[in-house]
Structure formats: C-alpha cells, structure tokens
C-alpha cells in the first residue's frame, strides 16, 4: 500500500533561509508524487507533481521538490523563505494515477523576521 | 474553467442532531469526487469517494455517510452528530491530467 511520511510535525526557518520540508514515499508501484500547501482555514492548493517525468520538479511561489528512488524521498525546498511562505504542507502519493492520494501527517512552516 | 464550491463556510451544530454539507463542481463532466477529513493537529483523512452517480465507496468505517445525486454534487451526511465528528471537511474532485482540486472546506464543531 501506498504511505507517505512527513519528517517534523514543525519547521522554522529565518526569512531568507533555505526552506526544507522532508517526504518519504512507501510505494509498491511507480508512484505519483504531490505537494500541497494549506492556508489557516482553507483548502488545499497544489504546489507541484511529480508524474514519472523529469526527477526535479518546479512548482509554483519558487518551491521544488526532486524524486529520488533510491531514497523513496520527495523532499520540498525553496532557496529562500518568506514570510508568506508560512503555512502547513503536505505531501502525497496517488494509489491510481492521480485518483484516491493518501497524504501525509503534514508539516506546519513557521517563518520569523 | 473548472470550479468547486463547498459549503457551508463554518457550522456549529449540537451532538445528535443532523448534518448536510454540500460539494458542486463546474466545468468538468464525470468527476472523481472525494470527501476528506482534517481533524486538529492531524493529516487528510479519506471518508468517501465517488467515481460516478450513486456510487460511493467509504474508506473507514464512521457516523457519516455520502451520496451523489447528480454528477457534479457530492453530499456528506450524518443522521445524528457525535463530539468526535468535529473537524475540518474538505471536498476535492479530479480528472485526468488536473489532479486534485479541494474546495475551501467546512469548519464542523459539535458541541
């Protein structure tokens, strides 16, 4: 079965600190590999995907993420933060294509001045 | 465009009485339509998810149930709310090449 682990429930970073949001994918199958952000009180916005194409993905706000097998990680960054970089992220990994993704526990960004 | 609308926003509702909150997306036909549950400090939760008109499938065993009575509306109920039901719902479709897409959510709080 399809799992993803998120490593740190919290991270804090500087603004304009190198931002480092850690996934671990258990997958029994190629898998579809997601990142999402969420805002207080809203829903989830897609941050990038990765779909067995090129292993470095770019997403949107300057966030990448790269899939590396031999690690099962799927870890998120960005070079440098902002403030309104503060949110929770999750990552997630889709059983069928992109049908039914199962996400991680998720990890909340704290940015400070 | 593709759009998907959820509400309520909020909703406060006593133990054992009933719920309804409804999910309707535009622009797309036939959507793959799911509900997720967000409890305080914790992950996504798949409830249901629907891959066509009346057919629902539910991932955990709960108080609530899900119907789909038109092809773009996706309903989560409850005849009677438990405190244990509170949290942040959260309605998503997708379709081929798109992904998810997740409504704004409700915030549910049974008191």
């Known amino acids: 079965a399809q799992s993803v682990t998120q490593l740190g429930s919290h991270v804090s970073v500087s603004e304009g600190a190198l931002v480092l949001l850690r996934c671990n994918y258990s997958s029994s199958v190629p898998p579809y590999l997601f990142w999402y952000v969420q805002y207080p009180n809203q829903g989830l916005q897609l941050l990038l995907k990765?779909?067995?194409?090129?292993?470095l993905v770019k997403g949107i706000n300057g966030f990448e993420a790269e899939f590396k097998k031999s690690e099962t990680s799927f870890h998120l960054t960005k070079p440098s933060a902002h403030m309104s970089d503060a949110a929770e992220y999750f990552c997630?990994?889709?059983?069928?294509?992109?049908?039914?993704?199962?996400f991680g526990t998720g990890t909340r960004l704290l940015v400070s001045p | 465009s593709q759009t998907i609308h959820q509400w309520p926003a909020t909703l406060v509702q006593p133990v054992g009485s009933p719920l309804s909150l409804e999910c309707t997306v535009e622009g797309t036909s036939n959507p793959n339509l799911y509900w997720y549950r967000q409890a305080a400090g914790r992950g996504l939760q798949l409830l249901f998810y629907s891959i066509g008109i009346g057919q629902i499938s539910s991932e955990v065993p709960q108080n609530l149930s899900a119907s789909r009575p038109q092809d773009r509306q996706f309903i989560l109920s409850s005849k009677k709310l438990l405190l244990s039901d509170s949290g942040f719902y959260l309605c998503?479709?997708?379709?081929?090449?798109?992904?998810?897409?997740f409504g704004s959510g409700t915030r549910l709080t049974v008191v």
């Open positions: 998503a479709w997708s379709g081929g090449i798109y992904g998810y897409t």
């Open positions: 990765y779909t067995s194409a090129a292993t």
């Open positions: 997630a990994v889709s059983k069928e294509g992109f049908q039914k993704l199962v």
